[in-house]
Antibody, heavy 117, light 105 residues
């Protein structure tokens, strides 16, 4: 069974940093395209970043230069390093399997990041 | 690519047939998916490739359309179907519609 479990969210001050983790089971992260999708409180879904099986990474304009996606094959995990956080980054962040020409077929339960002083 | 869903909210009774619309600002070929999100839960993939149901999705859910106009139909609404539905294109990067909330009438 495919399972994704995020962790690492919390209350962060503006300008601060946090690293989100996503532990995967039931499949191999490094052999799949993996994405982060976020949802601001009461709002819709926004794609944030993708890492392809070959290692290439891409970002939404709103986070490029501030966020970094990575994966660790030994831990079968996905990460999102978030720097220079802003209030508008406040959202539930979901780890998903999918990208390129594929839909997002599996989602974690999400982790809430709140950026506030 | 901008995805526009209509209506924003749909009030329906259990057992009714429901049709949700999604329009893309340019052609997305067949790279169109639908997701269901219930309160406090993560989105769940319902339909991909315009009309292919994801694993475990009941047959009452169906998708259709092509190019820029797409539809999700629920043939007979069940209590567990009251949720927010999002369309998504994955033809050029990934963008979602703003969602349609299906609520109890």
């Amino acid at each position: 069974e495919v399972q994704l479990v995020e962790s690492g969210g919390g209350l962060i001050q503006p300008g601060g940093s946090v690293r989100l983790s996503c532990a995967a089971s039931g499949f191999t992260v490094s052999s799949n395209h993996m994405s982060w999708v976020r949802q601001a409180p009461g709002k819709g879904l926004e794609w944030v970043s993708v890492i392809y099986g070959g290692g290439s990474a891409y970002y939404a304009d709103s986070v490029r230069g501030r966020f970094t996606i990575s994966s660790d094959s030994s831990r079968n995990a996905l990460y999102l390093q978030m720097n220079s956080l802003r209030a508008e980054d406040t959202a539930v962040y979901y780890c998903t399997r999918g990208g390129s020409d594929q839909p997002f077929d599996s989602w974690g339960q999400g982790t809430l990041v709140t950026v506030s002083s | 690519i901008v995805m526009t869903q209509s209506p924003a909210t749909l009030s329906v009774s259990p057992g009714e047939r429901v049709t949700l619309s999604c329009r893309a600002s340019q052609s997305v070929s067949t790279n169109l998916a639908w997701y269901q999100q219930t309160p406090g839960q993560a989105p769940r993939l319902l339909i991909y490739g315009v009309s292919t149901r994801a694993t475990g999705i009941p047959a009452r859910f169906s998708g259709s359309g092509s190019g820029t106009e797409f539809t999700l139909t629920i043939s007979s609404l069940q209590s567990e179907d009251f949720a927010v539905y999002y369309c998504q294109q994955y033809n050029y990067w990934w963008t979602f519609g703003q969602g349609t909330k299906v609520e109890i009438k």
